[in-house]
């Protein structure tokens, strides 16, 4: 069978020539706009974890009990503190011994993952109303490792997660930072005298 070759009006052929243009800067266009939504919406690069680390001279199972009841919350400082201990439970506490739990500067934790005596994963549901980071706190969450280190004494560790490289969120960081430093070394105090480990550490440190 024998092709016929087919012959393409010369109109329509210029007609082609000044639409392609058009088509590429639509292009270019398109590209350009799906490149700043790419921008406006792109998650904040992930900043290293928090970590306080200090040790309580007491056994773990007692530092155990601080974590998982509500008289031993109170040993962090809080005023009050009502414990419902179990995955998707809740740990409310508050700083002022006049307010009242439930009220907008309750502090509520969700309870995420534990392991007795080893490890208990949290998360704040609910900031206080005063909250100085309310749009950081999504998306973080904490993590406290408790490790035997010897007779009556224990490491404890906590972890905070899930910061990343806005200004509110590191900022957000500093104030967690120092606020665990606080808890760990508030917490320690009624354990008090000083574990022989920590006594050496800090005399090594002030060297």
């Given amino acids: ?22 088509h590429s800067a639509a292009r270019r266009l398109f590209g350009i706009l799906v490149s700043i939504a790419w921008l406006w919406v792109a998650p904040a690069a992930a900043a290293e974890p928090q970590v306080t680390e200090g040790f309580i001279n007491a056994a773990t199972p007692e530092v155990w009990r601080i974590f998982t009841t509500a008289e031993g919350y109170k040993q962090t400082g809080v005023a009050q503190a009502e414990v419902d ?3 998707g439970g809740t740990i409310r506490t508050h ?18 993952a534990y392991e007795p005596e080893r490890m208990l994963a949290i998360r704040i549901k ?13 998306g973080t969450w904490t993590v406290v490792y408790l490790t035997p280190a010897g007779d009556n004494m224990t490491q404890v560790r906590f972890v905070g997660l899930g910061y990343d490289d806005r200004p509110q969120s ?13 808890t760990l070394e508030h917490i320690a105090k009624s354990y008090w005298p000083k574990c022989a480990k920590c006594v050496a550490e800090e005399a090594a440190a002030s060297k």
């Fill in 85 to 87: 201990f179990k995955i």
């Fill in 126 to 138: 609910q900031a206080p109303a005063d909250f100085p980071y309310p749009d950081a706190i999504a």
């Fill in 170 to 182: 590191q900022a957000m960081r500093k104030f967690f930072s120092e606020g665990n430093r606080w």
């Fill in 95 to 112: 700083y002022d011994p006049k307010g009242r739990l439930g009220d907008a500067k309750t502090i509520v934790n969700e309870i995420l």
């Fill in 1 to 22: 069978m024998m092709n016929k070759s087919v012959r393409i009006p010369d109109e329509t052929i210029a007609s082609a020539r000044v639409a392609a243009p058009k």
